[in-house]
């Protein structure tokens, strides 16, 4: 902790004196691939679902990590060369793939060997696929924003991660999109298009209140923009409703960029170092570490908190 007040106070007074740029910038990310929150795990619709996913970010011209859960690449203990096929698309997408566990564990819930075996396994695939294209697996997202319950525990799996080549993968923009995924998938699941569609149609105008709440921590915190970085998910929201939501953000000022370029950066110079809350964006952490209160999150309409049902509650 004191390390990270300690950079972070070497950050604050340049933030302080900057003059605030205009442009705004941000990265996105996606987890959970090949999918998340789907009506159905039939492949068929599986693929089309990826398909739409995938011909929506191009349109957008968004750079963007895709990472990869590789439990979901086996149906019946078998893995299925299907669905490998869907990220052999995306990295013929010019885009990038990252580790995000096999099974999506939490390092607050699991013992540190067990989690770091998790991940291990969970790069079977995706290693051997980014190499065929020529690249190199280097990005770790943790599940659920969990990034270990003690500096003990942080500190070691920051060393793991150094040796074998990973880098964690931030997030900035903290949001409840899953949320609106599950119930949008449910609602589709049970033919109610009417309420899918005042699902998706809530979607974009939730995650503009993310980001204004975002953009002035932001400025509370560094006295400046910074470049974010966004998770989403693989899912049959974002197939549907990515594109409004890049024209969104484009209509606020931003620019789409790459993970590293968002992590150039100084305000990336410091871990998310705090231990409080769990699931917080690094943003949120920072804030807290550094002794303010982050606001209230924007909040869920009733009937995508109703739709999800107990994932509401338990977080995703």
């Known amino acids: 902790m ?12 340049l933030a302080a004196t900057a003059q605030m740029p ?20 039939d492949n068929a619709a ?41 990220l052999r698309r995306w990295l013929a997408a010019g885009f990038e793939l990252g ?4 099974s999506h564990p939490s390092l607050n819930r699991v013992p540190l ?41 942080r500190a ?4 793991f991660l150094t040796g074998h080549g990973y880098r964690a993968a931030p997030v900035t923009v903290n949001n409840s999109e899953w949320m609106f995924a599950v119930a949008y998938a449910r609602a589709q699941a049970q ?29 509370d915190l560094f006295g400046r923009n910074i470049p974010h970085v966004l998770v989403l998910h693989a899912n049959s929201l974002n ?25 150039q950066d100084r305000a990336y110079l410091s871990s998310m170092a705090y231990e409080g809350n769990e699931g917080e964006s690094w943003l949120e952490g920072w804030s807290r570490a550094a002794g303010l209160r982050p606001s209230q999150q924007a909040p869920v309409p009733a009937l995508v908190k109703q739709w999800a049902g107990a994932a509401a509650i338990r977080g995703y």
């Open 2 to 13: 004191k390390i990270f007040l300690l950079a972070l106070s070497l950050i604050l007074p």
């Open 22 to 41: 205009v442009e705004r910038a941000v990265a996105i990310t996606f987890d959970d691939l090949p999918f998340a929150s789907v009506p159905t795990e």
């Open 46 to 86: 599986l693929e089309h679902m990826s398909g739409r996913l995938l011909q929506s970010i191009q349109a957008s011209h968004v750079p963007t990590v895709g990472f990869v859960n590789e439990a979901k690449l086996y149906r019946e203990g078998n893995l299925d060369p299907a669905r490998v096929e869907w």
């Open 99 to 102: 580790n995000h566990t096999y």
């Open 113 to 153: 060997d067990a989690f770091e075996a998790d991940l291990l396994r969970g790069e079977t695939v995706t290693r051997p696929l980014l190499q065929s294209a020529g690249q190199t697996l280097r990005w770790f997202r943790h599940p659920f924003l969990h990034l270990g319950k003690t500096p003990e525990v």
């Open 156 to 159: 070691a799996f920051q060393d």
């Open 191 to 219: 033919g109610d298009q009417d309420s899918a569609r005042r699902i998706g149609a809530a979607y974009v105008p939730y995650m503009e209140a993310v980001f204004a709440r975002t953009e002035q921590l932001a400025l």
């Open 239 to 263: 197939a549907d409703y990515f594109a409004a939501l890049a024209a969104m953000l484009k209509q606020r000022g931003y620019r789409f960029i790459n993970l590293d370029q968002a992590l």
